[in-house]
């Protein structure tokens, strides 16, 4: 059994900044990849930035240069640092880990998603 828990989401004003965080926890041997994605309302969910365990990175286009992704790997825990926020950043934040169980099933785990409002 895997858990994933994401916290932090809240209500930030324009220009203001958050810090997510996300654990994974449970019958887990490695993990390959973590990664931050969102889903506003009547829009698909998205891919906001990604961490693989060698420490690479990828961001969306529209987070580049605001939000940094890290990880402490000893912890299965993966953070995502948000300034600069906008309205259009509103959305529910959902974490992912790609991992490796003891059982060795390779399989992606979601989170239950914590949200971020971004208004005035």
């Known amino acids: 059994q895997v858990h994933v828990v994401e916290s932090g989401g809240a209500l930030v004003q324009p220009g203001g900044s958050l810090r997510l965080s996300c654990a994974a926890s449970g019958s887990i041997f490695s993990i390959n990849v973590m990664g931050w994605y969102r889903q506003a309302p009547g829009k698909q969910r998205e891919l906001v930035a990604v961490i693989t365990s060698g420490g690479g990175t990828n961001y969306a286009d529209s987070v580049k240069g605001r939000f940094t992704i890290s990880s402490d790997n000893a912890k299965n825990t993966v953070y995502l640092q948000m300034n600069s926020l906008k309205p259009e950043d509103t959305a529910v934040y959902y974490c992912?880990?790609?991992?490796?169980?003891?059982?060795?099933?390779?399989?992606?785990?979601w989170g239950q998603g914590t949200q971020v409002t971004v208004s005035s």
């Open positions: 992912n880990c790609y991992l490796v169980t003891t059982g060795w099933d390779t399989r992606s785990y």
